[in-house]
């Protein structure tokens, strides 16, 4: 197996008629950071729900070596990791800890291994200090954390992220770039922060009305202007592609 | 509703010395102590004042060895207790019988006697529920109930609230503050129609969010139950708590029936 992700001519459609999913074609390798570009309605959420068997469309969709539709629920939803982009929806139980324990648990971890796994993915996202408050204490930069370390601790090989930086000030939105540049998993990143995704993903795909209408280095994506254009994207004024870190970085090697 | 909403959910929680032997008792000692303490009292008959003059001393104990002191007892009781009193404090007006004259009015002594015991009862309810949540965190009070095989659903239902009640909270607080925004300001009845149109909104925000919530829940495996990490463990001192409360209130309690 060499793909993460391989789907092939995925389509979905919502009860109401409307198209989620148009035939989609996706094929995402193993440690890739790949950002999914759209503009809302796109389908990128739909996409999301059905790379963890919540929705389950036409076509053929295999995630983690796992045949989607037809494989073992449960492994799935251990092997792909969602984090949702309202933190609130994610975060339910009463305290940090049995929220991050939930997962691990469920997945039939013994209390001590949990115990471990949570010390774990709280300390990747650097959130050890707030394990016992309640997550209504917390500021959404803490809760977004704490939200991808509920998914971290259940050690999926892939990571899937909707909006995460979504209502993020700068400073909670520089620190969850720099946690999220160290994870070192396959991630997924659905999003309309180019320069986030830019940052963060090498690769880029454009999802538009239910389908892919282009797929590259992230960088050339976002330096094609008719391209964003036609798909309702936009980079933020006065923002230049060509200035972005990573490619500073990739030149001066 | 809405400033005042988040205020009296700040005056939650847990209060007083984290560390006292109280606090470190296990959740399930402390349901059916203070639970004890209220049967005791709530089954005395009227006047028989030792037995609730006991179940008094014994919160007063309890909160001390808390260190939870009265004015935070007083905050928090009251939101209940005058709502419970309310209910009494005609009785000593309409009850026949001998009446008194006390300035402007005259009042039945035994209606008298009535409120007095009723209004007693309500106090040591109340303050027995207050310790217990002063001195116990509310997600240990649900696992507490949910080892004491309470029904799971119930106790999910209890948690969900707790945990989404500060969301809403918020939520109608920023609607509150977007009404406000927009010059609202309710002079009488007939322009109260916004609030219930921010109720309905608050309703269907919820419905939405419960079936996100629930998603997020199957993404990460969810298969009805809510397994826990922590065990709770019934040590030595939890059992001489409850020998404790026992001891000083039942043989006191069954006197009194017997008399």
Redesign the interface.
Known sequence: MSCVIEARGLQFRYPNGVAGLDGVDLSVGHGEHVAVLGPNGAGKTTLMLHLNGLLTGEGELAVAGIDVGRGDVRELRARVGLVFQDPDDQLFMPTVREDVAFGPLNLGASAAEASARVTEALATVRMEHVADRAPHQLSLGQRRRVAIATVLAMDPRLLVLDEPSASLDPRARRELLEMLSRIDRTMLVVTHDLPFAAELCERAVVLSAGRIVADGRCTDILRDEDLLAAHDLELPAGFDPALLRRQTVAAAA | MSLGCAHSLNATGVAGDPASPVHRLDPRAKIVGLAGITLVGVSTPPSHWPVLIACALALSAVAVAARVGPGVVWSRARVVLPLVVFVAVFVPFVRGGEQIDLGPFTVSREGLVTFASVASKAAIGTVSAVLLGATT???DV?HGLERMRAPRLLVLIA??M???L??IADEARRMRVALSARGYRPRHALQAAAIGRVAISLFLRTYD?AE??Y?????????GS??????LVFRRADTLFLVGVAGALVPLRVLVGAS
């Open positions: 965190s509310f997600p649900l948690a969900f707790y945990r989404y500060f969301v969010r996100r919530v998603v997020a829940m199957l993404a990460r495996g969810y298969s809510t397994p826990r990490l922590n065990a």
